[in-house]
């Protein structure tokens, strides 16, 4: 069954505001996106998956951690210029650009068949997938908690959900940029999928029976994570195989998404690494066993019937 096109489309092209310095670039902007900060910028030069055209530096910013990622973006033989940081702030749309902009192609999503195989062959899977996260804020800072809690792949939905802005791009601290990111037409098709190839499908649900800490989570399965306020939809929470809650003892009744994704998914990182450490002390401890002592033969006494 084809679930998704074979890659999905890329992202809308940013609008491109009239006058200085746009009339320069803006045949440049038609075709690009636009990264900002200091960290965006450094993690997709380092991840090497975007294809850059120029990187722009505030002439009025001089010091160290500015002219450290300029020496990284010449060493991987990349254009850096000066500019003014006004028109920086201009490019960026946003002042918060740290006295960096990067003009790069889009970056290509993957398809779910990209997804069936772990990132880390031998591994057990762990995914995460977001049913209409639509703030930029959540998304980014759900990808970051993601590339540190060892995510394998992330589901995005093509409608209804917050595309991988330069706002996303920057709140996940340039994490976007290490991802395996597919985007998907109908998350329930792909859950359902991804149960055919032996993953289980766990929803986090404030009416969830199950506390999140008192689920083994070091399986494969995939983390279902819902809209903001209202949470999964419903054909996709009876998709799930089950349902996890975060138990609260104040009187607001859940966390927002990226900090409730945060809690769980820090948690299956907790019990694999536990898991995995237990592992590996069995096997030490097995190499470390001494070999048991040979079976000493009797020694034939004399002088009793001999």
Same mark, same amino acid.
């Given at each position: /069954? #084809?679930? /998704?096109?074979?890659?999905?489309?890329?992202?809308?092209?940013?609008?491109?505001?009239?006058?200085?310095?746009?009339?320069?670039?803006?045949?440049?902007?038609?075709? /690009?996106?636009? =990264?900002?900060?200091?960290?965006?910028?450094? $993690? %997709?030069?380092?991840?090497?998956?975007?294809?850059?055209?120029?990187?722009? *530096?505030?002439?009025?910013?001089?010091?160290?951690?500015?002219?450290?990622?300029?020496?990284?973006?010449?060493?991987?033989?990349?254009?850096?210029?000066? $500019?003014?940081?006004?028109?920086?702030?201009?490019?960026?749309?946003?002042? %918060?650009?740290?006295?960096?902009?990067?003009?790069?192609?889009?970056?290509?999503?993957?398809?779910?068949?990209?997804?069936?195989?772990?990132?880390?062959?031998?591994?057990?899977?762990?995914?995460?997938?977001?049913?209409?996260? $639509?703030?930029?804020? #959540?998304?980014?800072?759900? =990808?970051?908690? %993601?590339?540190?809690?060892?995510?394998?792949?992330?589901?995005?939905? $093509?409608?209804?959900? &917050?595309?991988?802005?330069? *706002?996303?791009?920057?709140?996940?601290?340039?994490?976007?940029?290490?991802?395996?990111?597919?985007?998907?037409? @109908?998350?329930?098709?792909?859950?359902?999928?991804?149960?055919?190839? @032996?993953?289980?499908?766990?929803? =986090?649900?404030?009416?969830?029976?199950?506390?999140?800490?008192?689920?083994?989570?070091?399986?494969?399965? *995939?983390?279902?994570?819902?809209?903001?306020?209202?949470?999964?939809?419903?054909?996709?929470?009876?998709?799930?195989?089950?349902?996890?809650?975060?138990? /609260?003892?104040?009187?607001?009744?859940?966390? #927002?998404?990226?900090?409730?994704?945060?809690?769980?998914?820090?948690?299956?990182?907790?019990?694999?690494?536990?898991?995995?450490?237990?592992?590996?002390? &069995?096997?030490?401890?097995?190499?470390?066993?001494?070999?048991?002592?040979?079976?000493?033969?009797?020694?034939?006494?004399?002088?009793?019937?001999?």
């Amino acid at each position: /069954m #084809n679930l /998704m096109r074979a890659k999905s489309e890329r992202l809308a092209a940013p609008q491109v505001p009239s006058g200085w310095p746009y009339r320069r670039w803006s045949s440049t902007l038609s075709s /690009m996106e636009v =990264l900002y900060g200091l960290h965006p910028v450094e $993690e %997709a030069v380092k991840a090497g998956r975007r294809r850059f055209d120029q990187v722009l *530096v505030a002439r009025e910013r001089d010091d160290l951690r500015l002219e450290r990622l300029v020496a990284l973006c010449r060493e991987a033989g990349l254009h850096v210029r000066q $500019e003014a940081r006004e028109q920086l702030t201009q490019l960026a749309q946003s002042p %918060a650009h740290q006295g960096v902009v990067a003009l790069v192609h889009p970056l290509d999503f993957l398809s779910i068949e990209d997804l069936f195989e772990p990132a880390r062959p031998g591994a057990a899977r762990l995914l995460l997938a977001l049913d209409g996260v $639509e703030d930029p804020q #959540n998304l980014g800072a759900l =990808l970051r908690v %993601a590339d540190g809690a060892g995510v394998d792949g992330v589901l995005l939905t $093509e409608r209804r959900s &917050a595309p991988l802005s330069p *706002v996303a791009v920057k709140a996940s601290a340039g994490a976007a940029e290490h991802l395996r990111i597919a985007r998907v037409v @109908n998350l329930v098709r792909a859950l359902e999928e991804l149960k055919r190839r @032996n993953l289980w499908i766990i929803g =986090l649900d404030e009416r969830g029976q199950t506390d999140y800490d008192q689920f083994d989570l070091t399986g494969d399965c *995939v983390l279902v994570l819902g809209r903001e306020g209202a949470g999964l939809h419903d054909l996709v929470r009876r998709t799930c195989d089950h349902l996890l809650r975060i138990p /609260m003892s104040g009187g607001v009744s859940s966390l #927002n998404v990226s900090a409730a994704g945060a809690v769980v998914l820090f948690e299956a990182f907790r019990q694999r690494r536990l898991a995995a450490r237990s592992a590996e002390g &069995a096997v030490g401890r097995t190499i470390a066993a001494p070999a048991p002592a040979a079976a000493s033969k009797p020694k034939k006494q004399k002088g009793l019937g001999s």
